[in-house]
């Protein structure tokens, strides 16, 4: 069974790459692939709530789709025992198309393959690119039920690959 290659391979933050030929029909992304993430709000979404809890990235990281998507069902197990009393936003946003240059192996691979040079690669994933103080995940809930959403996030951080810091703001009109 094939599986998808380890998260350190995608980390560190490249230009999204522009495919160059000398026809126009075959200069860009044939396509991309679905992201795992469908929706990007969850809750209840009426309600004024007033306070917010942040997860922030403190470097500059990609984060791919799947990893985004499995964080959000964790906060999303934490936030229900509320009761649905929340309002969960994801703003880590994938757009960056992953590409990978599958190589062959084995005995006779030397003769087959060209190598890497000036390869383009299958689009085998997507990913968000986050600058440092970017918002992955933000929780709007009552002042109550903090703690609560702080549990939820610093279990999110565990399927994502980045150093998070958790951020409370007041959101109380004055």
């Known amino acids: 069974m094939a599986t998808i290659r380890p998260g350190r391979c995608y980390?560190?933050?490249?230009?999204?790459?522009t495919r160059k030929s000398?026809?126009?029909?075959?200069?860009?992304?044939?396509?991309?692939?679905?992201?795992?993430?469908v929706k990007f709000e969850y809750g209840n979404?009426?309600?004024?709530?007033?306070?917010?809890?942040?997860?922030?990235?403190?470097?500059?990281i990609q984060l791919r789709h799947n990893a985004i998507e499995s964080a959000r069902t964790v906060v999303i197990r934490h936030l229900d025992k509320t009761g649905g009393n929340y309002r969960l936003q994801i703003r880590a946003i994938p757009h960056h198309?992953?590409?990978?240059?599958?190589?062959?192996?084995?005995?006779?691979?030397?003769?087959?393959?060209?190598?890497?040079?000036?390869?383009?690669?299958?689009?085998?994933?997507?990913?968000?690119q986050l600058k440092k103080g970017k918002i992955i995940f933000a929780v709007k809930l009552d002042r109550a039920n903090v703690p609560l959403a702080k549990e939820a996030l610093t279990a999110a951080?565990?399927?994502?690959?980045?150093?998070t810091e958790i951020q409370v703001k007041d959101l109380a009109k004055v």
């Open 11 to 17: 980390r560190r933050i490249k230009r999204a790459y």
């Open 22 to 37: 000398k026809y126009k029909s075959m200069a860009f992304i044939a396509s991309v692939p679905p992201t795992k993430v």
């Open 45 to 60: 979404l009426q309600k004024e709530f007033d306070t917010e809890v942040d997860l922030v990235s403190k470097e500059a």
């Open 97 to 128: 198309v992953l590409r990978e240059n599958k190589m062959i192996t084995g005995a006779g691979a030397d003769r087959m393959q060209k190598g890497m040079a000036q390869s383009f690669g299958k689009a085998t994933g997507l990913a968000s």
């Open 157 to 163: 951080t565990y399927r994502m690959c980045v150093k």
